[in-house]
């Protein structure tokens, strides 16, 4: 059965530090992987990764994949009050059936 | 464009009621699909639909009902609701030939 699991599940840190989002995955037929921000409403896209070795990186969030370890990292430096979320992880199956399974999500909450 | 569009936002059902979610999109994406979101569970797939007049399963179909009559709009149906089915109802579509999904705001379903 595919199966997609994050951790942590939560997670609470001050402004300013660095952290680090896990995500590992056993899914037939690997497409991509995508990371998506959840603020008490729809999801948004963050990134989309599918070659290994390769970092995706937008301001201070970055991400990276290991195809061969079925292993993708979500980092945030300098972290905002603004990052607090669910950070959801969600890997894409090849096909036309393709099927988008995700995660658990990680809760990050960042205090001032 | 809209986008991807839902109602309604928020609902309240009995026991044994039926009702129909309403998704709509306006990108002409081939793929549409539904997913529940429950505390601590990430998102879980109900349906999905390919194309119009094509739809198919999900982890957790039990106690719903798609149809697919034309390629924007992809109404989920509960046929008698029951409290295990509260929960936050998410819709998304994505283009055939790419990953990124886009999502719905959502429908807040709780039934007594």
């Known amino acids: 059965e595919d199966k997609v699991v994050q951790s942590p599940l939560s997670l609470v840190v001050h402004e300013g530090d660095t952290v680090t989002l896990n995500c590992s995955y056993e899914v037939t037929n690997f497409r991509s992987l995508l990371w998506y921000k959840q603020e008490k409403k729809a999801p948004t896209f963050l990134f989309m990764l599918t070659s290994s070795g390769i970092e995706k990186k937008s301001g201070r969030l970055s991400s990276i994949l290991d195809k061969k370890e079925l292993f993708s990292i979500l980092n945030i430096t300098a972290t905002q009050t603004g990052d607090s979320a669910v950070y959801l992880c969600?890997?894409?199956?090849?096909?036309?059936?393709?099927?988008?399974?995700f995660g658990q999500g990680t809760t990050l909450q960042v205090k001032p | 464009n809209a986008g991807v569009t839902q109602t309604p936002k928020f609902q309240v059902l009995k026991t044994g009621q039926s009702m129909t979610l309403q998704c709509a999109q306006d990108m002409n994406h081939e793929y549409m699909s539904w997913y529940r979101q429950d505390p601590g569970m990430g998102l879980r797939l109900i349906h999905y639909s390919v194309g119009a007049g094509i739809t198919d399963q999900g982890e957790v179909p039990n106690g719903y009902n798609v149809s697919r009559s034309t390629t924007e709009d992809f109404p989920l149906r509960l046929l008698s609701a029951a409290p295990s089915q509260t929960s936050v109802y998410f819709c998304a579509s994505r283009d055939q030939g790419r990953d990124t999904q886009y999502f719905g705001p959502g429908t807040r379903l709780t039934v007594l």
């Open positions: 969600a890997v894409l199956s090849s096909g036309n059936t393709g099927k988008l399974i």
